[in-house]
């Protein structure tokens, strides 16, 4: 297999794959700077149709990205305190 047909390949893997971005960034106080972003999360939704593309200040908003940081920031700790033993 060619190097490009692996890339190729490597891209629609990429593609179907279901990928959590967030981007970060000035809100809608902003809103050249806030266009930006949506253009930024229009362009990734277009090549990664999969991917749920949000920005921090939506979720900072009702506290769901505080809370999934916490959650995830316990399950690193208990994993590592099971690493111990």
Same mark, same amino acid.
């Given at each position: 297999m060619s190097f490009y047909e692996r *890339?190729?390949? *490597?891209?629609l893997l990429a593609e179907a794959m279901e990928l959590n971005i967030l981007?970060?960034?000035p809100g809608r106080s *902003?809103?050249?700077? !806030?266009?930006?972003?949506?253009q930024l999360r229009q362009a990734i939704k277009s090549r !990664?149709?999969?991917a749920d593309v949000r920005f921090s200040d939506e979720e900072f908003?009702?506290?769901a990205l505080f809370e999934r940081v916490c959650l995830r920031l316990r399950q690193i700790a208990i994993g590592k305190m099971e690493w111990l033993f």
């Open positions: *890339l190729r390949q *490597l891209g981007v970060w960034g *902003l809103p050249e700077d !806030f266009a930006k972003r949506e !990664f149709p999969n908003e009702n506290g």
